[in-house]
């Protein structure tokens, strides 16, 4: 593919038309009337670029663009919040929309082109789909998991993938609030029999939080914010975490799963899908509950044992449970939870005092708008300077922001195989010139090397690119100028 040349009229065909500048004098054009910024604000390390957005960036920073904008695809699925959708059409990127994901025969042709992925935790991205997306160097998961994407095979191939740990913390930990007290009152047993025209005045069975002890498995950015709040409801608080962490409050952390599960009147998940937490909670977790106990799992599906949970609750070891997540998901909106979805399905919508919600923990608008935000900021970073803070599958490495009185620098980013003498080969390549800056970082199999040259023009820009393409250790290579 042709690369649109500067005017100095150097022409420059490439196999991969994003990894190299094509566009050194681009100047973007100005906002809208109202706006102080005059030039992107992905240009500036992590710590300013937050500020940037809102007008304050300095005018002094150099304009790094590996492309012309508005030659950048970008396919958003499962209904990206517009927040994040403004800032990348607002970069001059091509952006394209959908509310929904897509099977995986269409979405395999639907990325054959694109260069930028968004999605959610419906799109599943195996190898299969990766393999076919030629063009793509960042995939964008807009929610906390990203167990929806085949991490290892992505960064083998030098595909970036980020996330946002930490935008939907406080709306799953009020959810969780809202359940201990709706399964205390048992409040959607009463909702539905009124619904029926029933009217079923009871106390039995019903209890007030307070005084209760609310066990917290997973004291992450959820489990310790939801920690905080039930202790404000005047619920005493103990949690089991594979590390030892300090504790909010007066929360107490216990040294086994066992014991927790046998002191807690209600047990909340906030766990990741592992190996490790494939079906936790089973028949053998259920018999050291407390008889009358309750179970919240908002984490993954996978780490419950749902058969044993039925089993639990028609028995009355289980008083009610609250789940938000499943084995097994429907990929869209529609009349299709029930057996052929999980073998179990019908059982479970059976059961009394069991709150079953379609996986919308993060699902406020709060949260996703700042999902919404956090990744998009992520993907502009990657993209225009090949900032990787906050990767999920590669090193984090970043270099502060060249100025223009730089003028005739570039940035070199080589990722590439994690394997004895690479370095001593790059700088080999990188030692004509002069290397103002340079930082490596390795992660597994893959490392992630970031050097700004000063002093090149744009005939040993070329050089450089292509001495490092030939490297056998390269994945990918991207100049930056």
């Not at 025209?197 to 939080?209: I, P």
């Amino acid at each position: 593919m042709d690369i649109k040349h500067p005017p100095n009229g150097l022409a420059k065909t490439l196999s991969n038309s994003l990894n190299v500048s094509s566009s050194p004098d681009f100047t973007r054009p100005s906002p809208s009337s109202g706006s102080a910024m005059q030039s992107s604000p992905s240009f500036l390390n992590h710590s300013q670029g937050q500020f940037a957005r809102r007008g304050t960036i300095s005018a002094f920073l150099k304009q790094l663009k590996p492309f012309n904008t508005e030659d950048v695809k970008i396919l958003l699925l499962e209904n990206i919040n517009k927040s994040g959708q403004d800032i990348l059409r607002q970069q001059g990127y091509q952006v394209e929309a959908l509310k929904t994901s897509l099977p995986e025969h269409e979405l395999i042709e639907k990325i054959k082109d694109v260069h930028v992925l968004g999605i959610r935790s419906k799109t599943k991205l195996t190898s299969k789909v990766l393999e076919e997306a030629k063009n793509l160097i960042v995939v964008g998961c807009f929610c906390i998991g990203t167990n929806q994407v085949d991490l290892h095979y992505a960064a083998a191939h030098g595909i970036t993938v980020f996330n946002s740990p930490f935008s939907n913390s406080r709306s799953v930990a009020e959810l969780v609030i809202a359940e201990v007290i709706t399964l205390a009152r048992q409040l959607g047993d009463r909702s539905n029999e009124l619904h029926q025209g029933r009217w079923n005045k009871v106390s039995a069975g019903c209890w007030e939080v307070r005084g209760k002890t609310l066990g917290i498995v997973g004291y992450g950015h959820i489990g310790s914010q939801l920690s905080v709040l039930a202790e404000s409801m005047g619920m005493s608080v103990i949690f089991y975490d594979v590390l030892n962490l300090m504790s909010l409050g007066t929360a107490r952390q216990k040294h086994s799963l066992a014991e927790l599960l046998q002191d807690a009147d209600f047990v909340t998940l906030h766990v990741p899908e592992l190996a490790e937490t494939k079906n936790m909670i089973g028949a053998e977790q259920f018999q050291l509950m407390r008889n009358g106990s309750y179970l919240i799992n908002n984490s993954r599906g996978s780490v419950v044992d749902i058969q044993a949970l039925i089993d639990a609750s028609r028995s009355g070891k289980l008083a009610g449970a609250a789940l938000d997540v499943y084995p097994n998901e429907p990929a869209a909106n529609g009349d299709y939870f029930n057996n052929e979805l999980n073998s179990w399905t019908l059982a479970l919508r059976s059961l009394k005092n069991v709150v079953l919600t379609p996986h919308i923990g993060g699902s406020t608008e709060e949260a996703q708008r700042a999902i919404g935000v956090e990744v998009s900021d992520a993907l502009v970073g990657y993209v225009n300077e090949g900032v990787t803070l906050g990767a999920c599958n590669l090193p984090e490495v970043n270099l502060r922001s060249l100025t223009k009185d730089e003028p005739n620098h570039c940035r070199v980013i080589y990722i590439h195989k994690n394997i004895p003498g690479v370095l001593r080969r790059v700088n080999e390549i990188l030692g004509d010139h002069n290397v103002d800056k340079q930082m490596s970082d390795s992660r597994g199999e893959v490392a992630y090397l970031m050097a700004d040259i000063s002093d090149v023009d744009v005939h040993q820009i070329k050089d450089m690119y292509e001495a490092l393409e030939e490297l056998s250790s390269c994945i990918r290579t991207r100049v930056l100028y």
